[in-house]
């Protein structure tokens, strides 16, 4: 199981990767490296919140879900 700050890390790094995907794919298209910089601030910000509300929507739809499985009854030693 990963620690909250190797998933932190893990997001971070994804995002990093994401960006510079962007940013790569906005200058080759564009040609302008000051534009593909404007579309790769912009971008972390609005799939920040994009993938959050994502998240959010998802706490709501049930599908493929199970049921966390109950603990084990501790037996008294005799």
């Known amino acids: 199981m990963d620690t909250h700050s190797r998933s932190f890390a893990k ?3 994804w995002r990093l990767t994401g960006t510079v995907d962007t940013v790569i794919i906005s200058l080759v298209v564009t ?3 000051k534009l593909a910089a ?3 601030v912009t971008e972390v910000f609005t799939k ?3 993938y959050y509300l994502h998240e ?3 706490l709501k739809i ?3 879900r199970q049921p966390a499985p ?3 009854k501790l037996t ?3």
């Open 11 to 13: 997001a971070l790094s």
């Open 56 to 58: 959010r929507a998802w």
């Open 38 to 40: 404007a579309i790769g």
């Open 70 to 72: 109950l603990p084990e």
């Open 31 to 33: 040609g302008s490296v």
């Open 76 to 78: 008294p030693r005799g």
């Open 62 to 64: 049930p599908f493929g």
């Open 48 to 50: 920040s919140l994009l």
